[in-house]
């Protein structure tokens, strides 16, 4: 049960997170939206490199117990086929918005999307979910913080008719990306080649960081073949392999304002789709 004063703290600290249309003068009409802001509008807020930030101290911290085990029942969940690491990343990491993205701890996120994949692919209701995490509060009320609550499952589900992909039989014995060995075309680039990165439209989801789109970088290693992030994260087994490169690039080519070293480099690996020659 909650008191009027503390929803009220709540919804006060949701406005705080959500920018309002008058703190913000960059927010155009819709009559006046130039392609620079549609292009803005299309970046998806897990792709945050490059962006002007705050100074951050650097933490190694250590896992904590929840984290562990969200881990684990991710890494099941794809071993299982109910879904495969690139759609869990764009749950988590991309259709969250950017509070929620920035807010939420890593593994948090990762939680968010197994009840999403969950519920979107039919394998519990919203109702269900809801009335088992209600069930779960009350078992934590009253003890104290850090509390490993034992697993009390209801019954034991009868897994036959869950409809999965095949990713985790082909994938079995071989690794992923070893499985798609032999079927993309032919690389089109080799250790050495210039290439360029495409300055494409990056909708709904991607991989390729926008701070080297448009870029020249050098190719550092042929890496593997696998089917496109924007593919595989849609979950589409019939989608075509292609090449993923390592490409090398200087760092004072990629920042404008960069005051370090001239031979200081990054590396980034980039699908085929993404490359042109430079």
């Not at 004072?252 to 005051?259: A, G, I, K, N």
Request: glycine share 8%.
């Amino acid at each position: 049960m909650t008191t009027a004063s503390e929803r009220e703290e709540r919804l006060a600290l949701i406005s705080r997170l959500t920018p309002t249309f008058p703190g913000d003068p960059e927010w155009p009409m819709p009559d006046e939206v130039r392609p620079d802001h549609y292009w803005a509008y299309q970046k998806t807020c897990h792709d945050i490199g490059g962006e002007p930030a705050p100074p951050e101290a650097y933490e190694n911290k250590e896992e904590e117990h929840w984290e562990l085990m969200t881990y684990v029942l991710c890494e099941v969940l794809g071993w299982r086929g109910i879904w495969v690491s690139e759609e869990r990343r764009r749950i988590g990491n991309v259709d969250v918005g950017r509070p929620i993205y920035l807010g939420l701890p890593y593994y948090a996120r990762w939680l968010w999307s197994v009840g999403r994949v969950l519920i979107a692919k039919k394998h519990i209701s919203w109702g269900e979910l809801t009335d088992r995490l209600a069930e779960v509060q009350e078992r934590y009320a009253g003890q104290p913080p850090g509390t490993h609550l034992d697993a009390q499952p209801k019954f034991q589900g009868d897994g036959s008719n869950v409809v999965r992909n095949k990713h985790h039989i082909e994938a079995v014995g071989i690794g992923d990306p070893q499985k798609f060995a032999g079927l993309a075309d032919p690389a089109r680039f080799a250790l050495g080649d210039r290439v360029r990165v495409r300055n494409l439209p990056a909708m709904f989801y991607t991989r390729t960081p926008e701070y080297v789109r448009g870029a020249c970088g050098t190719i550092a290693e042929v890496a593997y073949e696998s089917p496109a992030p924007e593919d595989e994260t849609w979950d589409r087994e019939d989608a075509k392999p292609e090449w993923f490169y390592i490409v090398r690039f200087k760092q004072s080519e990629l920042w404008d304002c960069y005051t370090g070293p001239a031979t200081d480099t990054l590396q980034t690996e980039i699908p085929e789709r993404w490359l042109e020659p430079a």
